[in-house]
């Protein structure tokens, strides 16, 4: 009897003491979460975490990691680590999921728990004690706690942070959008003895392509329209300073010579643009109402199509390559006639690069010229949104993959 009496109080004693464990632990938990409640920086939080630990299991110092160890290390309060030594201990953690009790002459005993994370840099809490003492089993459910509570909080910070990252670079991107629309040229209206029309639309929320235009007087007009290798904010930059450089030196230009505009625009872009491994091809065109003609130059532009009023639409091969490809670059102008139903499409190669993704056929520069040839009556503000139709219909959508830009210059009566 007295045998079963002893057994059954060694059971409550038990008992007893495990309530006690638990009822530890969530009152330490309670004051874990009032504790770690309001940070939104993962440092500022990774700090209260370990300090806070610190202070529940009574250890002389504390440390977390975040990112692995080649990530960033926080220390508790007047506790320092050597980097090399976190390292050495993060490693111990790798693919770990249960407490790990270690002893590293440099700093003394050792508790490890890895903060468990999802789908994001692995975290890790370590709590130190001089390398006699030892851990005990609550202390070590503690930190299995307190590892998995900081590892929620955790992840809504870096979850905050992710979010307010997403939303800063979607404001730059709209704010370098709507700063590359509004330096886009307005396209000339009423000028003499020509039809004029311009649009540009970007694959991304910027481009690399661009168009300008630079009104001498009622008898001459200079047009461009350029492609800078590449998509996104790199391009957009890169379109920014070659535009503003051929505009500089078509300031200068003596009468119609494209030509020498282009090779003044290449000398200065040579260098940046070989630096970068860039390229830009460029059309620039003066229209001479008098003479009803184009004077013209190409960088190494396609496609460009001509269709005379009489004849047939057919391709205007470039001139010359590419700005920034040669650091001596020259070429002649050509001549155009632009008489009144004349016909000259400047586009850029998202329109003869628009893919059937059912297919992976490209919409080529045959379709381009049959599509010119349809349309060529009508007018150029027509001409262009037919073409920007076709390729939309042609590739399954308007969400194209490359940047599509075109310039139409149509001979009317004055």
Same mark, same amino acid.
């Given at each position: 009897?007295?045998?079963? *009496?002893?057994?059954?109080?060694?059971?409550?004693?038990?008992?007893?003491?495990?309530?006690?464990?638990?009822?530890?632990?969530?009152?330490?938990?309670?004051?874990?979460? @009032?504790?770690?409640?309001?940070?939104?920086?993962?440092?500022?939080?990774?700090?209260?975490?370990?300090?806070?630990?610190?202070? #529940?299991?009574?250890?002389?110092?504390?440390?977390?990691? *975040?990112? @692995?160890?080649?990530?960033? =290390?926080?220390?508790?309060?007047?506790?320092?680590?050597?980097?090399?030594?976190?390292?050495?201990?993060?490693? =111990?953690?790798?693919?770990?999921?249960?407490?790990?009790?270690?002893?590293?002459?440099?700093?003394?005993?050792?508790?490890?728990?890895?903060?468990?994370?999802?789908?994001?840099?692995?975290?890790?809490?370590?709590?130190?004690?001089?390398?006699?003492?030892?851990?005990?089993? !609550?202390?070590?459910?503690?930190?299995?706690?307190?590892?998995?509570?900081?590892?929620?909080?955790?992840?809504?910070? =870096? #979850?905050?942070?992710?979010?307010?990252?997403?939303?800063?670079?979607?404001?730059?991107?709209?704010?370098?959008?709507?700063?590359?629309?509004?330096?886009?040229?307005?396209?000339?209206?009423?000028?003499?003895?020509?039809?004029?029309?311009?649009?540009?639309?970007?694959?991304?929320?910027?481009?690399?392509?661009?168009?300008?235009?630079?009104?001498?007087?009622?008898?001459?007009?200079?047009?461009?329209?350029?492609?800078?290798?590449?998509?996104?904010?790199?391009?957009?930059?890169?379109?920014?300073?070659?535009?503003?450089?051929?505009?500089?030196?078509?300031?200068?230009?003596?009468?119609?010579?494209?030509?020498?505009?282009?090779?003044?625009?290449?000398?200065? =872009?040579?260098?940046?643009?070989?630096?970068?491994?860039?390229?830009?091809?460029?059309? *620039?065109?003066?229209?001479?109402?008098?003479?009803?003609?184009?004077?013209?130059?190409?960088?190494?532009?396609? !496609?460009?199509?001509?269709?005379?009023?009489?004849?047939?639409?057919?391709?205007?091969?470039?001139?010359?390559?590419?700005?920034?490809?040669?650091?001596?670059?020259?070429?002649?102008?050509?001549?155009?006639?632009?008489?009144?139903?004349?016909?000259?499409?400047?586009?850029?190669?998202?329109?003869?690069?628009?893919?059937?993704?059912?297919?992976?056929?490209?919409? @080529?520069?045959?379709?381009?010229?049959?599509?010119?040839?349809?349309?060529?009556?009508?007018?150029?503000?027509?001409?262009?949104?037919?073409?920007?139709?076709?390729?939309?219909?042609?590739?399954?959508?308007?969400?194209?993959?490359?940047?599509?830009?075109?310039?139409?210059?149509?001979?009317?009566?004055?």
């Amino acid at each position: 009897m007295t045998d079963a *009496l002893d057994e059954l109080e060694r059971d409550l004693q038990a008992v007893t003491a495990e309530l006690v464990d638990v009822q530890d632990q969530l009152l330490a938990m309670y004051n874990l979460a @009032g504790a770690l409640r309001g940070y939104l920086e993962p440092d500022a939080l990774l700090g209260a975490l370990v300090n806070e630990a610190v202070r #529940l299991v009574g250890t002389s110092g504390g440390f977390t990691t *975040l990112g @692995g160890d080649q990530g960033r =290390l926080v220390t508790s309060a007047g506790f320092r680590l050597e980097p090399a030594d976190a390292r050495q201990l993060v490693r =111990l953690c790798s693919g770990a999921t249960n407490v790990i009790v270690t002893t590293a002459p440099s700093v003394g005993r050792v508790m490890l728990a890895s903060i468990p994370l999802h789908d994001r840099p692995s975290a890790v809490i370590g709590l130190v004690r001089d390398a006699g003492a030892s851990f005990t089993a !609550p202390e070590q459910k503690l930190m299995a706690a307190i590892a998995a509570y900081g590892g929620a909080q955790l992840e809504g910070v =870096l #979850l905050h942070q992710e979010t307010l990252r997403r939303a800063r670079v979607e404001l730059e991107f709209e704010l370098a959008r709507s700063i590359q629309a509004d330096l886009s040229a307005a396209v000339p209206a009423g000028h003499p003895g020509v039809d004029v029309y311009a649009e540009s639309r970007a694959a991304h929320v910027v481009g690399g392509d661009f168009f300008d235009f630079a009104p001498r007087s009622e008898e001459r007009l200079v047009c461009l329209l350029g492609d800078v290798a590449g998509k996104g904010i790199p391009a957009a930059l890169l379109v920014a300073m070659t535009r503003s450089i051929i505009r500089t030196a078509s300031r200068k230009m003596e009468g119609s010579a494209p030509g020498l505009v282009l090779g003044q625009a290449n000398a200065d =872009l040579y260098q940046d643009f070989s630096k970068l491994s860039r390229f830009a091809t460029v059309f *620039l065109a003066c229209f001479e109402y008098p003479a009803r003609r184009v004077v013209m130059a190409s960088a190494g532009h396609s !496609p460009v199509i001509y269709r005379p009023a009489d004849g047939r639409a057919e391709l205007v091969y470039p001139t010359a390559v590419p700005i920034g490809v040669l650091p001596h670059w020259q070429a002649a102008d050509a001549d155009l006639r632009l008489a009144p139903g004349d016909l000259l499409v400047v586009a850029t190669d998202g329109f003869t690069e628009a893919e059937d993704p059912r297919t992976g056929q490209l919409f @080529g520069y045959d379709r381009l010229i049959e599509l010119i040839e349809e349309v060529a009556t009508r007018n150029a503000a027509d001409i262009a949104a037919a073409l920007f139709w076709a390729t939309d219909a042609f590739s399954s959508g308007p969400e194209a993959d490359d940047d599509r830009t075109v310039l139409i210059l149509r001979g009317v009566e004055s």
